[in-house]
């Protein structure tokens, strides 16, 4: 398997899991830096290598009037700060072609919504720019689908790629995790994250908003690593049900350590290591 560097953290090839966690969207510069702060003391605590991620817009949302975030101009000085404060990597999402060149010496990785994973011209500008790419697998796609999308990046030259998978449309407003893509997916050489907080999503569930089971993350995060993930994906909140986005399908910070006790523990054991 191709190993994926981020700063001094090597994703993939029987490393150990790495956590990607952050609030869905920034909302005041004042929490995301706590939120990062907490993470980065627990991730130390239990020596997990930690990416911070958040959206500074978010534009695929339900309805015309959620809260998309405070857009790229007052949101992306915010992810730097983070960054630079508690030496951590960052992740966020980019939407739009324009945004591709403003974020690309700030960010550690670029992240392809899952909407976006099919639009050919978006995804190669964004792997022009040689940084970490992690793909959110379309809840539209098959695993073996991904493999299209890989090759659309390693056209460019770029094969520090992460694939991310978040859960399968079934039926209306809800999504169902198949496993055995974990593994399928594992097989074209690349890391695979599994994002447990958008997997229990229920899209568009409330009508103008999109609900959630998050009772179910830490079960489906064992699962997952049970497999042998590389890469765990979690959206967290001080209070997820005050959150401006995604509240319902995020977890609160203060229930993740013991969470994540319990899934480095799993990985340690499928990885084998002492």
Known sequence: MNKVKVGSIEIGGG?????????????KEKEALEIAQ????ITDRL????????????????????????????????????????????????????????????????????FLCRQTDFITGIART??????????FLAPWDIKNIIEKITRRNNRRILITERGTSFG???????????????????????????SVQLPGGKGTSSGGDREFVPHLSRAAAGVGIDGLFLEVHPDPNRALCDGPNSIALNKLEPI???IKEIDRIVKKRA
């Open 172 to 198: 209306y407003n809800n999504l169902i995790v198949d496993m055995r893509g974990l593994v399928i997916m594992a097989k074209f050489g690349y890391p695979v994250i599994f994002d447990a907080t958008h």
């Open 38 to 41: 907490e993470l980065k003391k």
């Open 260 to 262: 994540l006790k319990r």
């Open 130 to 139: 040689g940084k970490a790419i992690n793909i959110k697998k379309g809840q």
């Open 15 to 27: 490393n150990p899991l790495v956590l990607i966690a952050g609030p869905c969207v920034l909302e």
């Open 47 to 114: 020596n997990i290598p930690f990416i911070f991620k958040s959206s500074y817009d978010k534009a695929n949302r339900t309805s015309v009037d959620s809260y998309r975030g405070p857009g790229l101009k007052k949101g992306l000085p915010i992810l730097e700060k983070v960054k630079e404060r508690f030496k951590i990597p960052i992740l966020s999402d980019v939407h739009c072609q324009e945004d591709i060149k403003k974020v690309k010496d700030i960010l550690d990785i670029i992240q392809v919504p899952a």
